[in-house]
Each structure stands twice: as C-alpha cells, then as structure tokens.
C-alpha cells in the first residue's frame, strides 16, 4: 500500500510541476509578444519639422525605418516633440532588425531613438569610449562601470 502512495504522490506532483511550467511559458510568450508590440518613445528638444524632413528621419533611426513604424508628435511641455517607434508586425521585421544590427530588436530600437535624439539635438552622437584618460588597469569598480555602460546601451 505505501508503495502506492508513493507512486501517486509521484505522478500528482509531475503534473502539477507540468502544469506550472506550461502557465509560465504561456505568461512568458505573452509577455514577449506585448514587448514587441510596445512603443518605445523619446522626448526631443526640436519642432517635428527638424526631426522629420519629407519623412527623412536622422541617420541611426533612418537606417532601420524599414523594420519600424515611426511617429512624432508634440510633447505636452508645447516646445519638444515626441518620438516613438516600434518594431512592424510583420514576420520578417524582427529577423531582419537582428540581422542588420546584430541586437535584439528592443534594444536595437531604443538606440536608434537614443542617436536620434542625440544627433537632433547636439549634432553628433556622443560616446563615452575611447576614454580620454586611456587605458586603465581592471578594478573591481572599473568593472562594474563598464557593466552599467554596456547595460545602459540597451
């Protein structure tokens, strides 16, 4: 009799640990599809005309306005504008974002705006590397800002 007992208890369990991966799953497939859908959105201090010109976008946003659908319109402060973008839906769009920018789309989308912006509003993209100060010996802190640099990069 303990014997089966014992199976039962097996089984019951595998089902119910079958059973919570497959909702997790689930959740975690529904999550992924609304990250894709999102906006993502930047604030510019420039007129939509500046950013936009006969639907030319600046330079990092213009080289994958073919996986995006792009929008401006202005901020509520009445003197930005407000950028967003988000991947097409289309089934080529995300494989083609990845190919072109070697990141995975959100994260390709979130730089594009952030140099958009950048190049609107200053001219330039600015980097932070090369550092002026040259090469510098591995700490413990100097490694932990790098990882806080390459995370902020998207």
Do not use: C
Not at 4 to 30: E, M, N, P
Not at 79 to 97: D, P, Y
Not at 121 to 146: F, I, Q
């Amino acid at each position: 009799m303990p014997k089966l007992t014992t199976s039962a208890l097996t089984i019951v369990g595998g089902v119910a640990a079958a059973l919570t991966v497959d909702h997790l799953l689930q959740k975690r497939s529904v999550q992924n599809k609304t990250s894709r859908e999102r906006w993502r959105a930047v604030t510019v201090l420039a007129s939509p005309d500046a950013i936009s010109r006969d639907e030319e976008y600046p330079a990092p946003l213009q080289a994958v306005i073919e996986f995006l659908d792009v929008r401006t319109s202005p901020a509520p402060d009445g003197v930005s504008t407000e950028l967003r973008a988000r991947l097409k839906q289309t089934k080529s769009a995300e494989a083609g974002i990845r190919k072109l920018t070697g990141l995975a789309p959100e994260s390709a989308i979130r730089a594009s705006l952030r140099d958009a912006k950048q190049i609107v509003e200053t001219g330039e993209v600015l980097r932070v590397l090369p550092r002026p100060e040259g090469h510098r010996p591995a700490t413990p802190g100097g490694v932990l800002v790098d990882l806080a640099e390459q995370r902020a990069k998207g």
